[in-house]
């Protein structure tokens, strides 16, 4: 298998990990037990996250970034500046 496999399968891991943190207060688990459970979770999800980008390299950390963010700006337009102007009479 590829490292872009195992890349991927780390984000996605990352991501439920981190995803996990906010099932924690749901569980049954004593209140001592689910601070570690949140915490490990959490460490969890950026051991996992920083081994993805350990994977897919700089050159590809900076591809992912850059779509991330160019997502990220399209959704700053104002919307009453991007929309078009209305017809007369409306």
Same mark, same amino acid.
């Given at each position: 298998?590829?490292?872009? +496999?195992?890349?991927?399968?780390a984000?996605?891991?990352?991501?439920?990990?981190?995803?996990?943190? /906010?099932?924690?207060?749901?569980?049954t688990?004593?209140?001592d037990?689910?601070?570690?459970?949140?915490?490990?979770?959490?460490?969890?999800?950026?051991? +996992? /996250? /920083?081994?993805?980008?350990?994977?897919?390299?700089r050159?590809?950390?900076?591809?992912?970034?850059?779509?991330f963010?160019?997502?990220?700006?399209?959704?700053?337009?104002?919307?009453?500046?991007?929309?078009?102007?209305?017809?007369?009479g409306?």
């Open positions: 298998m590829s490292k872009r +496999f195992w890349a991927i399968t984000i996605v891991v990352s991501t439920v990990l981190w995803l996990g943190v /906010f099932a924690v207060p749901m569980t688990l004593a209140s037990t689910k601070w570690y459970a949140a915490a490990s979770l959490y460490g969890g999800s950026y051991v +996992f /996250f /920083f081994a993805a980008i350990g994977l897919v390299g050159d590809g950390y900076e591809a992912m970034k850059s779509q963010m160019a997502r990220l700006r399209r959704g700053d337009r104002d919307p009453v500046e991007a929309s078009p102007p209305l017809p007369p409306s």
